[in-house]
Structure formats: C-alpha cells, structure tokens
T-cell receptor
C-alpha cells in the first residue's frame, strides 16, 4: 500500500521568511513524488516532480529515501505563494498501484505581508 | 480552448436520488480520474480509467459508478448507496496511465445532497 502524510494542516509565515512544507511517504518500492498546488479560485496544478530535480517559483523538493520524505522548501516566501499544497506519490510498480496517484491531506500555506 | 471541463459547477440533489457528474477533455489523454476532496482528507481516488471501455476502482469506489465509452468523456454517477455524497468532486486526466505523468484537473463540481 502507498501512503502520503502531510503533518501540518495549516502553516503561516511572514513574507521573506523561509518555508518548509513537510511530506512523508510510505511505499515499499521506489516511488515517484510530486507537489501539486491549488491557488485561490484556480485549478489544482502540478508544481514540481522529483524526477525533474527542478526549481519552480523558487520552490525545491528533495527526495530523501532514508527518511522517506519529500519536503517542499522555499528560502524566501512571497504573498502569492499562499495556497493549498498537496504532496502526491505514484508507485512505479505494476499491479494494483499502476496509474494511481496517492495524495496527502494537504497543507494550507498563508504568507503574511 | 483545450482542457478538461466539468459540469455543473454546483449540484443539489435530494437524498435517495442518483446523480451524474460530467467530465470531458479535449487533450487526447488516455487516462482519466475521479477524486473526492473533503476538508482535512485531501484528495481520495474514486475511480480511474486507463483506456476506453476499461476502468478500475480507486480507494473509495463504494456507492459510485463510472463509464468510459469515449476517450473524451468519463462521467461519474453518485448513487443513493453512497453514504456521504456531499463533497467537492474533481476530475483529472493524464496523457498516459502511468502515475508519473502530470495530471490535469478540472474546475470541480460541488455536490450537495440534502
């Protein structure tokens, strides 16, 4: 079974402060991990994926297999980063997990001016 | 205008009635998905389809049914057997069935059953 946990439902920071949204996962194989974001009145959309090792809008996330984590980080938060963030996992094995994306519970980030 | 559409935006039904939510995409994507979004529970997968005329149950399929007769369409029926149908429903599609492919989401349908 695959499972994603985001321990913080709400996270508040001030503009310019560093921000870290936590994500832990459980999966027996080698997972593929993603962060999706939902801004106010917009659709849920992909922010970044670990296989791309990219930085999007200043956000980065590193897969730590030892700690089974995929935390999302940004050194200097901006007000426009306020949104709901979801961590998601895709198992790359076949069988029942094929094609499935498992989401965490989500973290609402609020960046205050 | 390409993308994935869901209709209607808001839907109200009486308890005991079945209701069908529409999801259409013109992205030529093979795979389509239905999720339910509840506060504090994130997105939970209801059903997904990797190709036309084929679909699989997700994590919370009980009380729901789907069909995939056309590549572009993946309607979800919420039956009277679903115990807590009031929720926000999201449809998504991806180019290929593998989970690594980006999923594109629709705007959602908020269903209220009283």
């Amino acid at each position: 079974a695959q499972r994603v946990t985001q321990p913080e439902k709400l996270l508040s920071v001030f503009k310019g402060a560093p921000v870290e949204l936590k994500c832990n996962y459980s999966y027996s194989g080698s997972p593929e991990l993603f962060w999706y974001v939902q801004y106010s009145r917009q659709r849920l959309q992909l922010l970044l994926r670990h296989i791309s090792r990219e930085s999007i809008k200043g956000f980065t996330a590193d897969l730590n297999k030892g700690e089974t984590s995929f935390h999302l980080k940004k050194p200097f938060a901006q007000e426009e980063d306020s949104a709901m963030y979801y961590c998601a996992l895709s198992g790359n094995a076949g069988g029942t997990s094929y094609g499935k994306l498992t989401f965490g519970q989500g973290t609402i980030l609020t960046v205050h001016p | 205008d390409g993308g994935i559409t869901q209709s209607p935006k808001y839907l109200f039904r009486k308890e005991g009635q079945n209701v069908t939510l529409s999801c259409e995409q013109n992205l030529n994507h093979d795979a389509m998905y239905w999720y339910r979004q509840d506060p504090g529970q994130g997105l939970r997968l209801i059903y997904y389809s990797q190709i036309v005329n084929d679909f699989q149950k997700g994590d919370i399929a009980e009380g729901y049914s789907v069909s995939r007769e056309k590549k572009e369409s993946f309607p979800l029926t919420v039956t009277s057997a679903q115990k807590n149908p009031t929720a926000f429903y999201l449809c998504a599609s991806s180019l290929h069935p593998r989970g690594r492919w980006e999923q594109y989401f629709g705007p959602g349908t908020r269903l209220t059953v009283t």
